[in-house]
């Protein structure tokens, strides 16, 4: 499987952006797709993931409410809706895929990793 994300870019608090991920190869290898974040000087968090089959979501505390995952099977494509931006939502954004059936939060469970993409949100 091969990801390429891109939307990053830079804001000021209070906007939106919208960042996707491409996939492409085999499909069952992404079962499960989700968006981490790596803010500077600390470690990969777990921030959205979708399951493909049904639907389900899972969100990190932080940004429920504020962000949204979804998925467009028919372009292999998944989005990170990104609204009400806070400065500590600065990061560099990547998405990942897995062939489980469950949405894990560790970063160890994903083996399949996109490039990132650099979101700065500025007070």
């Known amino acids: 499987v091969q990801l390429q994300a891109s939307g990053g870019g830079s804001v000021q608090a209070g906007g939106s952006l919208r960042l996707s991920c491409a996939a492409s190869?085999?499909?069952?290898?992404?079962?499960?797709m989700a968006w981490f974040r790596q803010p500077p000087g600390k470690e990969r968090e777990f921030v959205a993931g979708?399951?493909?089959?049904?639907?389900?979501?899972y969100y990190t505390d932080s940004v429920k409410g504020r962000f949204t995952i979804s998925g467009d099977n028919a372009k292999n494509t998944v989005y990170l809706q990104m609204n009400s931006l806070k400065p500590e939502d600065t990061a560099v954004y990547y998405c990942?895929?897995?062939?489980?059936?469950?949405?894990?939060?560790?970063?160890?469970?994903?083996?399949?990793w996109g490039q990132g993409t650099q979101v700065t949100v500025s007070s």
């Open positions: 979708l399951r493909w089959s049904g639907g389900s979501t």
């Open positions: 190869g085999r499909t069952f290898s992404r079962r499960v």
């Open positions: 990942a895929a897995d062939d489980s059936m469950i949405i894990f939060t560790s970063t160890e469970k994903y083996d399949y």
